[in-house]
């Protein structure tokens, strides 16, 4: 099974690219489960024809109890994608790494794992923060790689460094590694010899390159990946390539 979770800069593209990977998994026929850790409970939407699930918290908060069943907290989207949704606490109140953390109890205590028997689990998290609940999706086994999603945007680069770090040092308790950093072009100043810069003094491959693309924007209105919007498209190829390396990674694994 493949389970990776997404990190980046909040605002740098991550619920798209983890979405986009998700439909082209899901496109070669996986079975997928995307789980999105932010409060905003939008990073499935474009699987989803812009609808929204519900959200765990919120769910939580309205019925005060926990759900019985997974139909309440997930739905499928494109390509039969599982899709939940953490949620978080009212703003201003509370501290939205405990809802990935009562999220995920909540998930296993359902068996969520057992009775959907996923290929492929993405985590869509939060910002750039690493630490308490935000981290929960690379320990416990949750997932066992992480994307790192940059621009050559001075602060995007700066979010993936820290997150690089606080990876790496987690490393010797048997979390999640780094398998490499998404490149997602905002065409920027010499960004590609700023990002190629990081990956390699940071020892870590590009292993996807998105293009600024006005048709992932064009289908993002309509509700949809641009892999759901039309495959065929080069952008659309390229979150194929990122879904056949990762996959390619797991059969080595074996």
């Given amino acids: ?30 079975r997928v489960i995307q789980i999105g850790c932010d409060p905003k409970a939008d990073s499935t939407l474009n699987l989803l024809a812009g609808n929204r699930v519900m959200p765990v918290m919120n769910y939580l908060r309205e019925f005060d109890h926990e759900p019985d069943r997974l139909d309440e907290v997930t739905k499928e989207g494109f390509g039969h994608v599982l899709c939940i949704e953490t949620g978080g606490p009212t703003p201003g109140l509370g501290c939205a790494g405990r809802g990935i953390i009562t999220t995920f109890s909540l998930l296993n205590d359902l068996d969520l794992f057992e009775k959907y028997r996923p290929d492929v689990i993405l985590y869509d998290v ?27 945007e001075k602060m995007a680069l700066y979010a993936a460094n820290n997150i ?43 292993v996807a390159d998105i293009p600024r693309s006005d048709d992932i924007i064009r289908y993002e209105d309509m509700g949809k990946t641009v892999v759901e919007g039309d495959a065929s498209l080069s952008v659309s190829c390229k979150f194929f390539d990122l879904a056949e390396l990762l996959l390619g990674d797991e059969e080595n694994d074996e």
């Fill in 1 to 30: 099974m493949i389970k990776i979770a997404v990190y980046g800069k909040g605002g740098i593209g991550k619920s798209t690219i983890t979405s986009n990977l998700s439909a082209a998994f899901a496109s070669l026929g996986k």
């Fill in 126 to 152: 939060l910002g750039d923060v690493v630490c308490g609940g935000f981290a929960a999706p690379i320990r416990e086994a949750y997932a066992s790689e992480v994307l790192i999603v940059t621009s050559g």
């Fill in 164 to 206: 690089n770090t606080a990876v790496h040092n987690f490393a010797d308790r048997s979390y999640a590694k780094v398998r490499g950093i998404v490149f997602n072009r905002r065409n920027v100043d010499h960004e590609e010899e700023k990002v190629r810069e990081f990956a390699l003094n940071a020892g870590l491959p590009i």
